[in-house]
């Protein structure tokens, strides 16, 4: 027989943040206008709504978090190659981030580690701290209509 965890209770959007380690306004005014966020329950905890601890896992498993992509440390990668090796940012946000923060915008990516033959190109070490610094999911354009 298979020993079956017991059932979560439902949780706030509070409860999600607080055991989340997130900011509320994160999980209520970002992650709840996805449109894979989980529909809520039909009970309330006062006039609050209640979600599935199993759904909203399950969405920052699928949405929020970033799962790793293994770069080699010590190879260079250009732009094109960070794309095609699925790390989830285009080379054209990359080239773009730079730009940006050469015009003195803010950092959202670091200035290559190699520049050799006119080519900009980042360590897979590099990379690595560069996602795990950036933000996840924000609201799409066609959600704020």
Sequence with gaps: MVARRPARPPETVAD???RTGR???TVSKTWTRHPAWPSPLEQ???RWRLYDPDAVDTFIRDHIDRQA???EPRRLYTARELEDAGVGITASTI???LSRSRKGGPRRWPEPDDTQDGANRWYGSTVTQALADRRGYRRSPQQDR
């Design 69 to 71: 992509v293994a770069l």
């Design 95 to 97: 080239r773009a981030d």
């Design 23 to 25: 900011p509320p306004t």
């Design 16 to 18: 999600i943040a607080a």
């Design 44 to 46: 309330l905890r006062g």
